[in-house]
C-alpha cells in the first residue's frame, strides 16, 4: 500500500508501526498490572519491559509476514497460524514423559567430557575422569 501523497513511505509506515505497537504496549501494561499480585517476587517494570519488547518483536514479526502475501487477511490469518504452531512444542513437553535418570547420566556424561577438554587442551593421553557425585547424595556406611 502506498504513502499518501505528501507523506513519505518511512514516516507512514513507521505511524503505523507506532500505532501497532501503542496498542500491544497498552495490552502489555494491562497484563503486567494484572501480573503483579501473582507474580509479586518479580518486578513489574521487568515484567513491563519483557511485555513491550515483545510486543515490538510481534509486530515486525508480523510486518514480514505481510510481504509474503498479496492480501493482508490471508497475511494476517498465517501469522497468527505459524505463532501458534511455534508454541505447540511448549504446550507438548509436559505430557511427553522423559526419564529423569537418562538426562541425569547425559547430564554427567556433558560434564565429564567438558572437563576433559578443559583440562587437557592436548587430548592426547587423558586420564580416565572420576565421575561427579552431586553435592545432595552423600556416601553412607551402608555404600562401604
Known amino acids: ?17 507506532l500505532t501497532h505497537w501503542l496498542l500491544l504496549a497498552a495490552s502489555g501494561a494491562l497484563c503486567a498490572a494484572a ?14 519491559g ?27 490469518t ?4 505459524l505463532y501458534a504452531l511455534s508454541m505447540l512444542p511448549g504446550f507438548l513437553m509436559p505430557l511427553v514423559r522423559v526419564d ?4 541425569y547420566v547425559l547430564k554427567m556424561r556433558v560434564v565429564e567430557l567438558s572437563c576433559r577438554t578443559l583440562y587437557q587442551p592436548s587430548g592426547i593421553g ?7 557425585r552431586p553435592w545432595h547424595i552423600r556416601k553412607t556406611n551402608v555404600e562401604g
Open 1 to 17: 500500500m502506498p504513502a499518501p501523497p505528501g507523506l513519505s513511505e518511512p514516516a507512514y509506515w513507521g505511524s503505523w508501526a
Open 35 to 48: 501480573g503483579a499480585y501473582p507474580f509479586s517476587n518479580s518486578s513489574t517494570l521487568v515484567m513491563l
Open 50 to 76: 519483557f511485555f513491550w519488547l515483545y510486543g515490538a518483536a510481534l509486530v515486525s514479526y508480523s510486518y514480514a509476514m505481510s510481504t509474503l502475501f498479496s492480501s493482508s487477511r490471508v497475511a494476517g
Open 78 to 81: 498465517a501469522s497468527q497460524l
Open 100 to 103: 529423569m535418570l537418562v538426562v
Open 126 to 132: 587423558v586420564p580416565p575422569v572420576r565421575p561427579l
